[in-house]
């Protein structure tokens, strides 16, 4: 991803010049850390620059967390801030592409987008991890009347696919860079035709990462259509009956077990492990019921919460483990003797968010959106909202 690194400076000019600055609106530094933020605007979107000392050159760079997906966008605001701050370049990844960037296709959407969407197919079927997106391309070549909605993690593999749907002038995918496990929760019930897991990372160091668990295959078969299925393709012996291990244990269900079928469509892992002759497992777990509508509200503002005197100090260190979520105040960026910028995770444990939370003297916010609206997410974002009321000076 980009960055600059630039000779050691003072950093006190970047206060002094974002009074007039095109784009640096506040300077946040860590407490107990020697790094900072730098909030940016640029082109409608709000994110972070971070600045990392060392004696030999300080690293600028992106923000993971507030990061936006157009990478252009971090370049021209690298260039911009160092030019501002007339910092000296030693190194610099920051050429700016002249093509037009794949994630600003019609064909990519962001999670916060089906909050409130329309969909132009009446069949929808959703693809788990398309990696390379063969098979993905293949489906929404071959089922036209039908949307297909890649979900995929990886930013590069993303973007190849958002440059093939071009290429191969296909109208019926959207492309969405996020977590599936988050994702399914955004769709309305009964809507998929099918859901594809292709060849999921197995995970059996880190079994709490994978992408079937018990709580993914109850949204699937939510959002799943009566007589909808869900598609597991895996190479792994562990992950196949983890994997039956889990479908068996929803009450009513039916499951059919493939060996060694061969696809239409083949992706360059699959044929590695094939010429490997790796065993190839396939199991349909099919919908058998009608779900009720979802119907959530959810509110993710802060309402009263405001930054009060030492509240840095107070704040807990250590995650809060509650039923079914947690919350945990990473680390805390002090802007100004009234406003902080603290870096939380919160959620499932599975399947975390990481957000900012702005506080200021007389509002607080989440920096730069909002958490996806999942009812874990809101439990979590009550008792966060809870804990700074709780820690307010009187």
């Not at 370049?75 to 700016?96: F, G, H, P, Q, Y």
């Not at 902080?340 to 200021?360: Q, V």
């Amino acid at each position: 991803m980009p960055h600059l690194k630039v000779t050691p400076f003072d950093t006190s000019i970047i206060e002094q010049q974002i009074a007039t600055s095109e784009m640096m609106t506040f300077c946040a530094k860590a407490l107990n850390r020697h790094d900072m933020l730098i909030g940016v605007e640029h082109a409608g979107e709000e994110f972070l620059l971070q600045l990392k000392p060392d004696e030999k050159a300080y690293l600028l760079k992106y923000d993971k967390v507030s990061r936006p997906l157009k990478v252009n966008l971090l370049k021209e605001a690298l260039e911009s801030v160092s030019r501002e701050l007339d910092l000296e370049v030693l190194s610099s990844n920051i050429a700016i592409s002249n093509t037009k960037t794949a994630l600003s296709s019609e064909y990519f959407k962001k999670i916060e987008d089906f909050e409130n969407i329309t969909y132009p197919k009446e069949k929808i079927s959703v693809e788990v991890g398309f990696g390379s997106g063969r098979h993905l391309l293949y489906q929404a070549k071959k089922n036209l009347d039908t949307l297909f909605i890649g979900i995929e993690i990886h930013t590069p593999s993303a973007q190849q696919v958002l440059k093939q749907i071009e290429l191969q002038g296909l109208e019926n995918i959207w492309v969405v860079n996020y977590d599936a496990r988050l994702f399914l929760e955004m769709l309305p019930s009964n809507v998929c035709e099918q859901i594809f897991v292709h060849f999921p990372v197995p995970w059996d160091k880190k079994p709490q990462r994978r992408v079937i668990s018990p709580s993914f295959m109850e949204e699937s078969m939510r959002v799943l259509r009566k007589g909808g299925r869900l598609e597991l393709r895996t190479d792994s012996d562990k992950y196949f009956w983890y994997a039956l291990e889990t479908f068996f244990s929803v009450p009513k269900v039916e499951v059919e077990i493939r060996k060694n079928e061969a696809l239409e469509v083949t992706s360059k892992y699959e044929a590695r492990w094939l010429r490997q002759e790796k065993d190839i497992y396939d199991v349909y777990v099919k919908c058998t019921l009608e779900s009720a509508p979802k119907e959530v509200t959810i509110d993710f503002n802060f309402n009263d919460v405001k930054y009060s005197k030492g509240i840095e100090d107070r704040l807990p260190q250590k995650a809060l483990v509650f039923v079914g979520y947690f919350i945990h105040f990473e680390r805390i960026y002090k802007i100004s003797d009234r406003s902080l910028l603290i870096k939380c995770a919160f959620g499932s444990f599975d399947r975390p968010e990481h957000k900012y939370i702005l506080l200021e003297e007389d509002s607080c916010r989440y920096f730069v959106s909002s958490p996806v609206k999942t009812t874990v997410n809101f439990q979590a974002h009550q008792k966060l909202a809870e804990q700074i009321m709780l820690t307010k000076g009187e």
